[in-house]
């Protein structure tokens, strides 16, 4: 012991030599020591690992934390060229990228603030930063980048040097520090670009740069989220993205505390909805969260997402492995299988990414089993259910592409709204295309609902029209300042119907049931033209020609004015396709089939 006592002294006197040579010291007299190299090493990839978790529970598929969630795989991945370390106040364990390791000293709280181990400060914060301690009582202690310099919060108990590592790192040389009092739990990334993200509620929120889950912003988002989810685990539209209800920050890092009590009153509604990709992002979102920081209550809201999304996916009839737009207790068209509003799309690009091997420490076993299988499934829906049709000019029957919604029993396509008809979508279906390209090794089925697809958009493109949304409505400008209008136009393309007569491929254009009449507009009891459909349907408003065909510009304008510029009945959204189409031919070495 004396022999090791002796040596760590004549260590600290070199150190100081160097250091004082090199202009280490304070120009006080006072004598400054380097120990970016700690004698007690942080537990890493190479040290000793845990073989329990922090709550007993021993490490593999089975293994829980307090919450009762997965905790930890057996064999835990990391795949990031920057660090994350986890410190928990009273902890014996910390979680050094994805791997629970035990040490031997634990950080504590004092004031709000957590302190750490100087030595396991160091490990944390990454070997371009140089620490300091000047020799006083109590120590001093500072942390160095290039030629800048911060004085550190620190306290001595036992001998031992803790610091306030939130307080010495938190923007420090790229680095983040998250803090969460409620489980006094505290995450470092160090080692990578840290980017302040973007707090708009939407889809960004899972797919920021990795550095940035666990700092102080997404744990303060994280938090504001838990406010607003429902009782079955989903998240309501109008206080998620897409949503029009008023008391929708844009900031949600910065959600007023009344507010946040709103939606902690409304827990219990029955609200929850996919559409716009609500529930799911958040989902996805809370799962990084859970991933990066191990607070609790944040995995316990990323499995009831989780859990929602595998329960509500139907398991029987002609629309089993889809999803209706609400998640609890779904009344009319809300409990038809839907791909509207980015909904499946979103929930399957989920489940895809969770199958091919992300989240391995949050989601494995059974868990996973489910997802792949609830992945499985949705894909399978999604082929089963391309609409075929047999109104190509040979009259002989394809594949088209996919109805906006779907009867669950049935399959077939049904009423949304009472101006989205049953019909062949020229909207939604591209985004079901884009995903179908983007699997890998496409098997036959995939190939073919992709090939059938493509001809049916060159087939149903609207040529010789063009679409203008903004022309200025001389005629009625009391009505509104501009109007819509779709034109003849020869030579025009790139034009696409957003709903497509199954039986004839022709547009579709259908008005409310009861339009929002503008003063001096021409009304149904005033002889407009319009044919009224079964409930829950709206009232076409087609024009046709002696000859029978459809005037597809007269229809149109026959439409009431609130729900010509309100409602986008066509567009070019097929016009991307020839582009994808190539690549993914080439891609998979591939040609088009003679259709």
Not at 536 to 558: Q, V
């Amino acid at each position: 012991m004396k022999t090791k006592r002796l040596i760590m002294l004549l260590t600290m006197i070199i150190l100081a030599a160097v250091l004082a040579a090199c202009g280490g010291g304070n120009g006080n007299g006072e004598t400054t020591t380097d120990i970016t190299a700690p004698q007690t090493n942080l537990p890493n990839d190479e040290g000793k690992e845990s073989d329990q978790m922090p709550n007993g529970a021993g490490v593999g598929n089975d293994a829980i934390d307090a919450t009762g969630l997965p905790a930890a795989t057996p064999e835990p991945v990391w795949d990031f060229a920057f660090n994350r370390t986890v410190f928990n106040a009273g902890s014996y364990y910390i979680i050094a990228n994805n791997r629970f390791t035990s040490v031997s000293v634990a950080p504590f709280v004092q004031d709000g603030v957590l302190y750490v181990p100087l030595d396991y400060a160091i490990q944390a914060a990454g070997d371009d930063l140089a620490w300091f301690t000047r020799d006083m009582d109590p120590a001093i202690v500072s942390v160095a980048l290039d030629a800048e310099t911060k004085e550190v919060d620190s306290i001595t108990v036992d001998g031992t040097i803790f610091v306030s590592l939130a307080q010495a790192l938190d923007g420090f040389g790229g680095r983040s520090a998250g803090w969460y009092a409620g489980s006094e739990t505290l995450v470092i990334n160090a080692g990578g670009t840290i980017r302040r993200g973007s707090t708009t509620w939407g889809p960004s929120l899972g797919i920021m740069p990795e550095t940035w889950y666990g700092g102080q912003e997404s744990i303060r988002i994280a938090n504001n989220l838990i406010y607003f989810q429902r009782h079955d685990g989903g998240w309501p539209r109008g206080s998620g993205q897409g949503g029009n209800a008023p008391h929708n920050p844009a900031d949600i890092a910065n959600i007023p505390q009344e507010r946040l009590l709103l939606g902690l009153e409304q827990r219990d509604r029955n609200d929850s909805y996919f559409g716009r990709g609500i529930t799911t992002n958040e989902t996805w979102f809370m799962l990084r969260m859970y991933e990066a920081t191990r607070i609790p209550r944040f995995g316990e809201s990323a499995m009831a997402g989780l859990e929602a999304i595998l329960r509500t996916q139907y398991q029987e009839g002609e629309g089993r492995g889809g999803w209706p737009y609400n998640i609890t207790e779904p009344r009319g068209y809300l409990r038809y299988v839907t791909i509207n509003d980015d909904s499946y799309v979103t929930i399957m690009s989920m489940l895809q990414s969770i199958k091919n091997g992300q989240m391995p420490s949050v989601i494995y076993g059974e868990l996973r089993e489910r997802v792949e299988q609830a992945y499985i499934d949705g894909l399978d829906m999604i082929l089963r259910l391309q609409v075929p049709s047999t109104a190509f000019a040979d009259g002989q029957e394809r594949l088209t592409a996919w109805a906006q919604q779907m009867s669950p029993e049935t399959g077939l396509p049904g009423w949304g709204r009472e101006f989205e008809p049953p019909s062949i979508s020229g909207s939604e279906s591209i985004d079901i295309i884009r995903f179908l390209m983007d699997i890998p090794d496409p098997c036959e089925r995939i190939q073919n609902a992709i090939h059938s697809a493509i001809y049916f958009f060159a087939y149903a493109e609207m040529v010789g029209y063009s679409y203008h949304r903004e022309i200025q409505n001389t005629a009625n400008p009391a009505w509104g300042a501009t109007d819509r209008e779709i034109r003849v136009s020869p030579g025009s393309a790139n034009l696409w119907a957003r709903f497509i007569c199954v039986d004839t491929f022709n547009p579709i254009f259908s008005d409310r049931r009861n339009p929002s009449w503008r003063d001096g507009e021409l009304t149904d009891e005033d002889g407009r033209i319009g044919q009224v459909q079964d409930e829950p349907g709206g009232i076409f408003r087609h024009i046709y020609r002696e000859d029978g065909s459809m005037d597809i510009p007269a229809s149109f304008a026959n439409v009431s004015f609130e729900r010509r510029n309100g409602y986008q009945y066509v567009g070019p959204w097929g016009q991307v396709l020839p582009g994808w189409y190539t690549r993914w031919l080439a891609d998979n070495n591939l040609t088009s089939p003679n259709r």
